[in-house]
């Protein structure tokens, strides 16, 4: 039962956070499962792939909810989701193969330095705004943007994210509409999400060092816990951010990926030796 509280509260956490700041949970799940399963007693030759791994899983459920609020606005390309898709379930699996076949210690380092590299985009984002849909959608063609998603799908595989980050610069940078760039984000989610998260299953069924009710890398109890907490709070959290400032938001998020970071490149920097 304590166990389970501790992941409803991570579930809490990333919602609130997610509704906060308009971010995928992936990046606060990932980190707080890491310091849980340590906490816990994990062997921490699996703990970082559990936690990639189970992350991607709640991404399942918790895109779904998104993708749907998103098409009942008609706000997402279904044309540039089918043409990306491919891509993404190729690289989504490949990156689930990629972790696994990196120490744990290796993977939490690319966490952190991809946790510095996104607060660094946000901030510079703070100081510069996109000019985007000005001069019209200038995609490229669809083997393109199937290779656009294969790479998408790779790191977001990898990092235990939606893509929502990699995505929707992406698709700004071709000119998409902002509102439309999220929405079709929201939508990439659910595939990178669902080959991630099978691929890790599979790389790790089998693997020795598991706890009980794990299924691969997933670990089960963590998946309830953050999804049955996750979706109310990812409510309260968006109501919360119409209140606050949208910039010192993005600032104090910043800050936390910045921490988050750091202790992950601190605490595995030997590696760097």
């Keep these: 039962m304590e166990t389970l509280l501790i992941y409803l509260f991570v579930g809490a956490a990333a919602g609130t956070i997610a ?3 308009g971010v995928g949970g992936g990046l606060i799940i990932v980190p707080a499962l890491v310091l849980v399963f340590t906490a816990l007693g994990i062997a ?29 606005k008609g706000a997402v390309d279904w044309s540039i989701f089918v043409a990306m898709t491919p891509g993404i379930l190729l690289g989504s ?21 991809f946790a510095l590299a996104i607060a660094l985009k946000m901030w510079l984002d703070g100081f510069r705004r996109a000019k985007l849909g000005e001069n019209g959608e200038h995609l490229p063609a669809k083997p393109v943007l199937a290779a656009a998603g294969g790479l998408i799908g790779w790191a977001s595989a990898i990092f235990g994210i939606g893509g929502g980050s990699l995505t929707v610069p992406f698709l700004s940078r ?26 890790f299953a599979i790389q790790g069924w089998g693997e020795p060092l598991l706890p009980p009710w794990s299924s691969g890398y997933i670990y089960w109890p963590a998946f309830l816990g953050i999804v049955l907490a ?27 990926l910045c921490v988050i970071g750091l202790r992950f490149i601190w605490l595995n920097f030997h590696l760097l030796a």
């Design 19 to 21: 509704g906060l700041f």
């Design 174 to 199: 071709c000119k998409v509409q902002m509102q439309r760039a999220v929405a079709t984000s929201a939508a990439c989610g659910l595939p990178i999400a669902v080959a991630g998260a099978i691929s």
């Design 93 to 113: 699996w490949l990156g689930g193969v990629t972790a696994h076949l990196l120490p744990g210690a290796w993977l939490q380092l690319l966490i952190g330095v």
């Design 230 to 256: 996750s979706a109310f709070f990812a409510r309260l959290g968006a109501l919360l951010a119409h209140r606050l400032s949208p910039q010192m938001l993005k600032n104090c998020f910043a800050g936390l």
């Design 44 to 72: 921490p030759e699996i703990l970082t792939h559990m936690a990639v791994a189970t992350s991607l899983a709640t991404i399942v459920i918790t895109s779904i909810s998104s993708i749907r609020t998103h098409h009942l």
